[in-house]
Each structure stands twice: as C-alpha cells, then as structure tokens.
C-alpha cells in the first residue's frame, strides 16, 4: 500500500494567515493526489483533484501543487470557515489512501 | 446535481452482516462510471472500502476484500455494501461517494454500530 504522510498532524493559526499542509506519498504516485475539507460532524468535502486542479465551486483561495511524491495544499488567506480537518489522498494505485489528517485550530 | 444518502441499520451485532444502501438522487447512477465506499471510526481518520464500476467491476481494500461486496442496481439508482463478520473495529462512519474527478460528491454518512 501507499503510505500517505501529511505534516503536521495540527496547526494553529489565525485569520488571514496564509496555511500551507504537506502531504507524502511512500512512491510517486504522479498527480493523482486529491485534497479534502472535513469539519466535525460533516461529510468531507472535495477542493481539490489531480493535484491542482480546483473542484468547481472551491474558492480561489485554496490552491494545490506538486507531482511525484511531494505535495502542498495552500490556504491564502485563512478565514473563520477554514477551520477544519484536512486529508490528502492518492488514487494512483489500489488500495486507495488518505493521509492521517492535518486539524486547522484558531490561535 | 447530483446527491447521495447512506440508508441502513444503525447497530448490527458482532458476526454480523452489515448491509448499506446508497441512494443516487438527481441524476442517473448511469451518467457516471465509478461509485465508492469510505468509512471513518469513531475520532480516526478516511478509510476506503472500495468501489464499483459501471461494468459491476469492483476494487476492494486487501484489509477488508474477504469480507466485502459492493454492488449496484441500475434499475433503483442506488450501489449497496456488504461486510460480513463485523467486529467492534468495524464500528464507524459510513460514507458513499461518486467518483469523477476525484471522489467529488459525497453523501452525508450514517453512522453504524457493531454492538450485542
């Protein structure tokens, strides 16, 4: 299986702070790497596919990057909804995984 | 657009067979090729279970695979997951999912407890 790494596990910030999550992968998994939003009690929520490309509706604020192994998920300007919990996931191979989860906190 | 909705028991019992329907709304469950499975335990993280495709081809996860089957009905617009021989481990969230770009769509979740 591909092992998903994000880091870090948690990170406090504040509104307007620009938020950058990092993602892993165990072997190049070329860009089939998705990001998703959960918040407590909530289904999660799709933002971003093919490493970069926005799902429709997603805010222009969320932004994603990389290729291979290494991936980034930008926040620009964090706002009070952002707070959340966010996965990465690979669908290069099977058995599909998500990494372990990074939760967004107000400072 | 389209919307999905878990239906199914919310407490099975241990060696028990949890059965989970997911109903496609909005749309038909044909218009897309490839429909998922992801559950999440009580304060853990996404597990994928797996999927089925148009064709009724099915991926699983190796940690559940012998004890797992997904299928779909086109004629009800709904894909359904079985797991056999639950355990406590198997107590969480259950979640179904289209699969397009990414698992874009995604229902709300019902929540099963495996308990005697």
């Known amino acids: 299986d591909i092992q998903m790494t994000q880091s870090p596990s948690s990170l406090s910030a504040s509104v307007g702070d620009r938020v950058t999550i990092t993602c892993r992968a165990s072997q190049g998994i070329s860009n089939y790497l998705a990001w998703f939003q959960q918040k407590p009690g909530k289904a999660p929520k799709s933002l971003i596919y093919?490493?970069?490309n926005l799902q429709s509706g997603v805010p222009s604020k969320f932004s994603g990057s990389g290729s291979g192994t290494d991936f980034t998920l930008t926040i620009s300007s964090l706002q009070p909804e952002d707070f959340a919990t966010y996965y990465c996931?690979?669908?290069?191979?099977?058995?599909?995984?998500f990494g372990q989860g990074t939760k967004v906190e107000i400072k | 657009q389209v919307q999905l909705q878990e239906s199914g028991p919310g407490l099975v019992k241990p060696s028990g067979t949890l059965s989970l329907t997911c109903a496609v709304s909005?749309?038909?469950?044909?218009?897309?090729?490839?429909w998922s499975w992801v559950r999440q335990p009580p304060g853990k993280g996404l597990e994928w279970i797996g999927e089925?495709?148009?064709?009724?081809?099915?991926n699983y996860n190796p940690s559940l695979k012998s004890r797992v089957t997904i299928s779909i009905d086109k004629s009800k617009n709904q894909f359904s997951l079985k797991l056999s021989s639950v355990t406590a481990a198997d107590t969480a969230v259950y979640y179904c999912?289209?699969?397009?770009?990414?698992?874009?769509?995604w229902g709300q979740g019902t929540t099963v407890t495996v308990s005697s």
């Open positions: 089925i495709y148009q064709s009724e081809s099915t």
């Open positions: 093919a490493a970069s």
């Open positions: 996931q690979q669908y290069n191979s099977y058995p599909r995984t």
């Open positions: 999912a289209r699969e397009e770009v990414g698992l874009d769509v």
């Open positions: 909005g749309g038909s469950i044909s218009s897309s090729d490839c």
